[in-house]
C-alpha cells in the first residue's frame, strides 16, 4: 500500500495548455504540500494544507491552483503552462505541525510527478 | 530563506567517512535531514529539534547547532547504499516552513 501516492507519474505537454495532478495520502496525516524540484534539484515549496485549509502559499505564479477536497487529497491544477513550469512536483504530508506543535515532524513524500513543457 | 550546504558534492570509497554541513541565516526550530536517490522520492533520516541535540541512523549521525544556526551530517564507514543526494531542512523558528537546502550529492564507489 503506497503512503503517498501521486498521478500521473509522468506528463508530456505542449506550451498553454491546462493540467492537473491528482495526490492522494492514506496515513492520516492532517497535513498536505505540493513541492517543486527543478533540475537543479531546488526542493522549493509551493503550497501546504492543515485540514483542507490552505496554510502556506508561496510566490508562486497564480496560474497554478491547488484544491483540497479532504484532507487525504490535495490536487495541483496548472493552466496556460510555460516551458519553465517543467519540473518534477511532489507532493508529501506529515502529521500536523510536529511534536511541539509548531511547524512540520517528518515529510513522507509520493513518488513524484514529472512534468515536461514542450 | 533556504539554508546554505556544503558541499555541493563529495565522492568516497567504501568505508570513508564524510560531513556534510547545513547553515542558515534565520534562528532555527529544528533542522530535518533527507537522502534522495536518483529517480526517487527524498526519504527522511532524522529531525534534530533545537537544544543541541545529536541523534543517528544507522551509521549516519547529525549534530545541531542552534546558537550558530548550523548542522552537520555526519556519515560514517560509508556503504554504497549512502549514494544519494542529501538535503538539510531547516524550520525557523518565526514561522511553520521548511526550506530545504541546495542538496549534496554523495557517490560511495565501492
Known amino acids: 500500500d503506497t503512503a503517498v501516492s501521486q498521478t500521473p507519474k509522468y506528463l508530456v505537454t505542449q506550451m498553454g495548455n491546462d493540467k492537473s495532478i491528482k495526490c492522494e495520502q492514506n496515513?492520516?496525516?492532517?497535513?498536505m504540500y505540493w513541492y517543486k524540484q527543478d533540475s537543479k534539484k531546488f526542493l522549493k515549496i509551493m503550497f501546504s494544507?492543515?485540514?483542507?485549509?490552505?496554510?502556506i502559499n508561496e510566490t508562486v505564479p497564480n496560474r497554478f491552483s491547488p484544491k483540497s477536497p479532504d484532507k487525504a487529497h490535495l490536487n495541483l491544477h496548472i493552466n496556460s503552462l510555460e516551458l519553465g513550469d517543467s519540473a518534477v512536483y511532489f507532493c508529501?504530508?506529515?502529521?500536523?505541525?510536529?511534536?511541539?506543535?509548531?511547524?512540520?515532524?517528518?515529510?513522507?513524500f509520493g513518488e513524484g510527478s514529472r512534468l515536461t513543457v514542450l | 530563506q533556504q539554508p546554505v550546504q556544503s558541499p555541493q558534492a563529495v565522492i568516497l570509497r567504501e568505508g570513508e567517512d564524510a560531513v556534510i554541513n547545513c547553515s542558515s541565516s534565520?534562528?532555527?526550530?529544528?533542522v530535518h535531514w533527507y537522502r534522495q536517490k536518483h529517480g526517487e522520492a527524498p526519504v527522511f533520516l532524522m529531525i534534530?529539534?533545537?537544544?543541541?541535540e545529536q541523534k543517528g541512523h544507522e551509521k549516519i549521525s547529525a549534530s545541531f547547532n542552534e546558537k550558530k544556526q548550523q548542522s552537520s551530517l555526519y556519515l560514517t564507514a560509508s556503504q554504497l547504499s549512502y549514494s544519494g543526494t542529501y538535503f538539510c531542512?531547516?524550520?525557523?523558528?518565526?514561522?511553520?516552513?521548511?526550506?530545504f537546502g541546495a542538496g549534496t550529492t554523495v557517490t560511495v564507489r565501492a
Open positions: 508529501a504530508s506529515s502529521q500536523d505541525f510536529g511534536t511541539q506543535g509548531i511547524g512540520p515532524g517528518e515529510l513522507f
Open positions: 496515513l492520516g496525516h492532517d497535513t
Open positions: 494544507y492543515n485540514n483542507k485549509e490552505l496554510i
Open positions: 534565520k534562528a532555527l526550530y529544528s
Open positions: 534534530l529539534l533545537k537544544g543541541g
Open positions: 531542512g531547516t524550520e525557523s523558528s518565526s514561522d511553520y516552513k521548511l526550506s
